[in-house]
């Protein structure tokens, strides 16, 4: 078993107003529950976390989504999902290949703001090793800023794990 595991992080806004009773936020938090069930029974996911970040750069709980209330896309919080995974194939299996998580990822995908840039980053951490939502957001950022690398990496363009 290798010493190292993926990190990854992805991170979506919503468009337009948003609210806690907004169609999208109901089915989101539906399927929230079930998509990590599954996770946790396939074995491949060590842990996650979830999050938001606020347009001034404070970071909340998942929860503070319920109380958020905005007429615009730029005053959305950023939604932050966090995971260690076995590896790249585990993640890239869970991710597009579950029904329960592909099936949420297309129902959602035209309520995300993607003009940011990339909404996924990934990166090779040790095994055990938790990261902060601050650590991972500059993660993504530089991501953005730099395009793919060993630190910062895509499903597109991957790098392995350190030896």
Known sequence: MSEHMLMHLNVVRPVGPFTAA????VYFFEQLP?????AKADGD????????????????EMTDLLTQNTNDTKDNLHIMTMAGWRDIAAMHRFTYREPVHRDGMKA?????????GPTMVMWWG???TRVSFEDAWNKIQALRKNGPGP????LQ???????
Do not use: I
Not at 151 to 154: G, L, R
């Open 151 to 154: 630190e910062a990496f895509t």
């Open 126 to 128: 040790k095994r055990g």
């Open 108 to 116: 959602l995908r035209d309520c995300v703001d993607r003009s940011e």
């Open 22 to 25: 907004h169609p999208n936020a």
């Open 157 to 163: 363009q991957r790098f392995p794990a350190p030896t």
């Open 34 to 38: 079930k998509v990590f069930a599954q």
């Open 45 to 60: 996911m060590f842990w996650h976390n979830h999050g938001a970040r606020d347009p001034d750069g404070r970071y909340l």
